[in-house]
C-alpha cells in the first residue's frame, strides 16, 4: 500500500501520478482509458479552470453524473485545490437538487449531459459556473436554467490555450488534513436529507485504514456498478483504488445482465462492490429456480451435505460468469439476506461484507474473504475504534458507538442535529444495534429506530424476522413493521416462479385472475405460517400484506420502510 505524505486528496493525486504514471487509471468498459498521468493533468487543468472563475478553498462545486471517468477527474480536481465537492446521486429529483444546491450555497457544477435535464429552474443565484461533464467545456448558465440542455460557451481545447492565462492568475492553496473536502447529502431511509461534511483525512485515513484488512494491488481490476455519489464506491471503489495504481472500469449502460455478463467477461475484474439486493437477485432469480426445477435436486438440496456440494458447482459456474478472476466481492449497505450468504459460503465464492455509514466516511467494520464469519460484518478497522454502548446483560446487544479519524466533522449547518449524534466523550452514535463476540467480530441487528419493544419489553429487530421471511422460495422481499400494537409484514413474491407454479396446478375449469389470486392468498398463508414456525414467540407476524411492485429504495438499495409504514397507518394498505 502506497500512502501518500499526508492525507488528503491532494497528496494522493500527486503521488499515483509520481508513482503510476503510465497505467490505466479510469476507463469506461471497451472505451479509451485514462492513464495516471491523464488524471492527474486534466484534474489540474479543471482545477485551474475553476479558480480563473473565481472557486477558491472552501467554496462548494458540485457534482452532476452517472458513473463515468470523468466523474473522478473532476472530483480530484475540485478537492484538490481545496474547494469542496458536493456529489449528488443521481436518483434524487429536480426539487431535492436544487434544494442541495441552494443549502450548500454551491458555486458551480459540473453535470453531464444526461443529467442536465435535472437543472432546469434549480440553480440559484450563488451559482455562476457550468461544466460539461461529458468532455470539460464550458456551459452557458442561462440556456441549462431555461432548457435543460448544455449549451457549449468554450470548448476544452478552447479555454485550454488559455491555460497560461488561467496559471498566472489563478490563486490555489492546496487543503490540509482537517479542510473540509465532501459535503454529501444522503436520502437514507427516513426521507430527510442531510449534509455530511467529511475531511480529507476523514476520507483518505479510511482509504488507508481498509487497506489494511484488504489489500489493493497494481494488478487490480474493479468493475464499478454502485453510484460514485455514495461515500461507500467513492472511497473503497475509487479513492482507494488511485492510491495503489489499480485500474477502475465504468458501465456506460445501466448494469443489468445483458450489459455486466460481456463487461466482465472483457474486464476479467479482480473486485466487485455490491449490494445485498444484487447478489441476492442472483441467487433468488438464477441459482434457485434451477436447483428447485427438478424433484431430484429438490430432496437432494434439503440435505446439508448435498446442499454444499450444489451450492458449490453452482458458485462456480457464477464465479466464471464474473469473469473467473475475482478475489474480492465486497457486500456492504444493507444485511444479506441468510440464504445468499450460505449459498456464497458454500460456494466458496470469495466475498466480504462491511459495515459504515457515510458519516463514517464509510467503512467501520470488515475482513478480508479468508476471515469472513457467517452473518458477521466483520472486525473494526486498524485504527478506528468501535463499542457497544450498555450492552444487554444477557444478549450483549447494544448501540454501536464509533471513534477515529474517519468520523465526520458534523452536518452541514446543522448544529443541533450534529450534537445529539455524538456523545460528550466524543464517540459517533450509529444509531444501529449490535453485539461483539469473544473475538471482537461485530454481529447488526438491526435499526435502533427500526426496533420494536414487545409486550413483555422484549426488544425485536424487524431486520431479523425480514431475514427469515426472505429465505422463503417465493418471495424476493419483505419490509416488517410495528402497527397498532402488532407486527406487519410487506412481501414481493417472486411472481415469475409464482407463474410457473401456477401452470403446474392451473384449473382451466376456473378464471386465471381467480386462480392466482387463491394461489398468492395461499403462498402468503404459508408464508406466515412457516416464518411464526422458525421465529421466537414475540416476533411472530400477525398480518402479511402483498406489494404487488418492487419496494421503493434509496440508492444504496435500501427499502425505503418510512413510506410503507406510513401507507399502512393512512389506510392505504
Not at 372 to 399: A, H, V, W
Amino acid at each position: 500500500m502506497n500512502i501518500p505524505k499526508s492525507q488528503t486528496l491532494a497528496a494522493l493525486l500527486e503521488n499515483s501520478n509520481q508513482l503510476y504514471p503510465d497505467r490505466i487509471a479510469l476507463s469506461f468498459v471497451g472505451g479509451t482509458p485514462y492513464k495516471y498521468s491523464m488524471v492527474y493533468s486534466l484534474a489540474k487543468e479543471i482545477s485551474g479552470l475553476l479558480a480563473d472563475k473565481g472557486i477558491r478553498k472552501g467554496d462548494r462545486v458540485a457534482i452532476l453524473s452517472q458513473n463515468m471517468p470523468q466523474w473522478g477527474i473532476a472530483y480530484l480536481a475540485i478537492t484538490s485545490m481545496g474547494a469542496v465537492t458536493v456529489p449528488i446521486l443521481t436518483e434524487f429529483n429536480e426539487r431535492e437538487i436544487k434544494k442541495i444546491l441552494e443549502h450548500s450555497e454551491t458555486s458551480a457544477v459540473i453535470v453531464s449531459g444526461k443529467l442536465a435535464p435535472k437543472l432546469k429552474n434549480a440553480l440559484p443565484g450563488s451559482l455562476h459556473t457550468i461544466i460539461h461533464a461529458d468532455d470539460f467545456s464550458l456551459a452557458d448558465r442561462g440556456h441549462l436554467e431555461e432548457t435543460g440542455k448544455i449549451k457549449v460557451v468554450q470548448s476544452h481545447s478552447q479555454w485550454k490555450n488559455d491555460i497560461d492565462r488561467i496559471k498566472g492568475k489563478q490563486d490555489i492553496n492546496e487543503p490540509g488534513e482537517d479542510d473540509l473536502a465532501a459535503i454529501l447529502y444522503t436520502s437514507g431511509t427516513t426521507g430527510n436529507p442531510k449534509g455530511v461534511m467529511l475531511t480529507h483525512k476523514n476520507l483518505v485515513s479510511n482509504a488507508i485504514n481498509t487497506g489494511h484488512i484488504q489489500d489493493v494491488t497494481l494488478d487490480d481490476r474493479m468493475l464499478s456498478v454502485l453510484p460514485l455519489s455514495h461515500t461507500y464506491e467513492c472511497t473503497i471503489g475509487f479513492i482507494i483504488p488511485m492510491m495503489n495504481g489499480a485500474s477502475v472500469y465504468y458501465l456506460e449502460k445501466p448494469p443489468t445482465a445483458a450489459v455486466l455478463v460481456p463487461a466482465m467477461q472483457e474486464v476479467k475484474p479482480t473486485m466487485i462492490l455490491t449490494v445485498p439486493l444484487i447478489i441476492e437477485k442472483v441467487y433468488k432469480l438464477q441459482v434457485l429456480p434451477k436447483i428447485q426445477g427438478s424433484p431430484v435436486m429438490r430432496s437432494l438440496f434439503k440435505v446439508p451435505f448435498f446442499r454444499r456440494q450444489i451450492h458449490k458447482i453452482a458458485g462456480k459456474k457464477l464465479y466464471n460468469t464474473f469473469g473467473g478472476n475475482l478475489h474480492f466481492f465486497g457486500i456492504g449497505g444493507a444485511k444479506l439476506a441468510a440464504d445468499a450468504e450460505q449459498f456464497l459460503r458454500d460456494a466458496k465464492f470469495p466475498y466480504a461484507i462491511g459495515y459504515g455509514l457515510t458519516e463514517t466516511s464509510p467503512l467501520l467494520a470488515g475482513c478480508t474473504p479468508s476471515l469472513t464469519r457467517y452473518r458477521s460484518t466483520g472486525f473494526s478497522l486498524p485504527g478506528q475504534m468501535l463499542k457497544i454502548d450498555n450492552p444487554n446483560s444477557i444478549t450483549g446487544e447494544g448501540e454501536i458507538l464509533a471513534k477515529g479519524p474517519n468520523i465526520m466533522k458534523g452536518y452541514y449547518k446543522d448544529k443541533e442535529q450534529t450534537e445529539k449524534v455524538f456523545t460528550e466523550d466524543g464517540w459517533f452514535k450509529t444509531g444501529d444495534l449490535g453485539v461483539m463476540d469473544e473475538d471482537k467480530y461485530l454481529y447488526i441487528k438491526g435499526r435502533l429506530k427500526n426496533m420494536v419493544v414487545g409486550p413483555s419489553g422484549e426488544n425485536i429487530y424487524p431486520e431479523e424476522i425480514e431475514s427469515v421471511i426472505n429465505n422463503q422460495s417465493m418471495v424476493l422481499e419483505s419490509v416488517v413493521y410495528e402497527m397498532r400494537g402488532t407486527l406487519v409484514a410487506r412481501v414481493h413474491l417472486n411472481y415469475e416462479e409464482l407463474e410457473k407454479y401456477y401452470n403446474e396446478l392451473k384449473d382451466s375449469a376456473k378464471n386465471m385472475q381467480v386462480q392466482m389470486s387463491e394461489l398468492v392468498h395461499e403462498k402468503l398463508a404459508e408464508i406466515k405460517q412457516k416464518v411464526n414456525n422458525e421465529v421466537n414467540k414475540f416476533s411472530r407476524i400477525s398480518k402479511i400484506i402483498e406489494q404487488q411492485s418492487p419496494f421503493e429504495k434509496t440508492p444504496t438499495q435500501k427499502i425505503k420502510r418510512f413510506l410503507y409504514q406510513k401507507k399502512e397507518e393512512l389506510g392505504r394498505g
